[in-house]
């Protein structure tokens, strides 16, 4: 910002120094930016109160907020957004499918269509990653200095006491801000996604079934925090110098990938945009990505959001379609040499597997979970109940790192099971765009009809059902809370991944038994702890085989926070300074030194 300092302290009038700011487009600039500063110191001071254990604090209220038996589910409340992209989004521009060809995306709340998407298939994916490898190999985008440039100051010096005829001051100021660098790009996109919240919000809720407070008050500033993140992180890529043996002088270079696909799931869909998309931008890379197809909407938009943000043509191309025929042609592709693949773990094989057979791209998975959560017997139980609650039941159980298996010590296990099935009781079930309410539906007919299965599974395999386990309504995706109790580590409700609103509470007398019984999983990918005593804390911590260990707090999913899980449930991880290392090239450079003063 020195070059404005130097523009107080010239000679120009104040008003003539506004006037060239604005003809050279910076006024609005330099306001967005003060505003943006402001709000940043705002939260800055107040973030203690913004915070309770770890969660944004709309989450921890929401734990406890709503108390009220399961309203209702009436005629679908219509949302305040219209739905404008539904095309392929290739090479800067929104394009039909080759094929011609488009799908319905279908509203939970009743399997209603919201609008007909695109359907890309394999030349879709050709065009994608072709627009994608131009942009890499010749556009501007791995070329953009990583932080901003400010304009010369000797440049303005010249100007302002030669005074060069003819010469327009915001020239100079357009000429020296040419250059859109790459951090500024991700920095702006993040203010539009601020200055959009609502319409993103809708559209998710719209096309998923979560929340629109979950969506309008948690995730989409998630996303804005996401790219805010990877796009400080964009000027503090760089290597090493590495002392050698001999005569040398060796460095490491960090170089962006290429081409890099991305899949991304159903569950979050906004959330998961962010964790591929900011990182692999931030590090010079361009993108060919992949939605799911029961969520292609609210993708589209951010797409759109980013390319108004100064993202040049290319280096993002969103393809809406399907897994066999969409996903297994970015999976499989010769000209793609990073893929990213987040949903189940036998889809995450298959991807793996295309991903060997083609050109032995490399892979990051975030898949499966059976995640444990850990009761101990010092625990305060009713603060155990609503946190293993909110463990399970949150985004309606349709988290790969929910809390599905929760281990209760045989001394709180009574009175737990009574305090649990009265919380899923009282839990608020309903139209997602009604306030107050917790639990949408579940995502398509698919998933709710799944779920029902292995609800049943559960009552034949001798589980006590305490509530639930039925359809909610009868229209939708909407299934009751329900909560199994004595339930065994054998049984296929406490072995597989449901993926919805079942709680199965399991009994535990030792610490060493349940840390073998939570291990006894083919998933790695999360666990929660609750208990009042460090050291069992501590012990747990690091005998627990998983990515993440939530201690008396869950789902704590901060931008700075690595991701990723052991076993079954994926390799590599995502966020934080890790979720860059998916996107960068390690290269050594070695030069002979002729008569080095030192080594």
Sequence with gaps: MWHYVFLYFSPLKFEAVTHHLQKAGLLQRLIMAARRLSSLLSRSFTSASSFSKGRPSSVSRGIGKYSTAAAAVEDPITPSVTVDYTKLLINGQFVDAASGKTFPTLDPRSGDVIAHVAEGDAEDVNRAVAAARKAFDEGPWPKMTAYVNIPCFTCYLVVLIWNVKGFKFSVLLKFCLSVQERSRVLFRFADLIEKH?????????????KPFEQSAKIEIPMLARFFRYYAGYADKIHGLTVPADGQYHVQTLH???????????????LLMFAWKVAPALACGNT????????????????????????????????????????????ASHMDIDKVAFTGSTDTGKIVLELAAKSNLKTVTLELGGKSPFIVCEDADVDKAVELAHFALFFNQGQCCCAGSRT??????????????????????????????????????????????KYIDYGIKGGATLETGGERFGSKGYYIQPTVFSNVKDDMRIAKDEIFGPVQTVLKYKELDEVIKRA??????????????????????????????????????????????????SGNGREKGIYGLKNYLQVKAVVTPLKNPAWL
């Design 197 to 209: 919240n609502d319409e993103l919000a809708a559209l998710e809720t719209w096309d998923n079934g």
């Design 255 to 269: 170089e962006p990938i290429g081409v890099a696909g991305q899949i991304i799931p159903w569950n979050f869909p």
């Design 287 to 330: 993108i060919v990505l992949k939605t799911a197809e029961q969520t292609p909407l609210s993708a589209l938009y951010a797409a759109q959001l980013l390319y108004e943000a100064g993202l040049p043509p290319g280096a993002l191309n969103v393809v809406s379609g399907f897994g066999p025929t969409a996903g297994a042609a970015v």
């Design 407 to 452: 281990f209760v010590h045989e001394r709180v296990y009574d009175e737990f099971i009574e305090k649990a099935k009265a919380r899923a009781a009282k839990r608020v079930v309903g139209d997602p765009f009604k306030g107050g309410v917790e639990q949408g539906p579940q995502i398509d007919s698919d998933q709710f009809e799944k779920i029902l």
């Design 519 to 568: 291990n006894n999983s083919r998933y790695g990918l999360a666990a929660g702890v609750f208990t009042q005593n460090i050291d069992t804390a501590n012990t747990l911590t690091r005998a627990l085989r998983v990515g993440s260990v939530w201690i008396n707090c869950f789902d704590v999913f901060d931008a700075s926070i690595p991701f990723g899980g052991y076993k079954m």
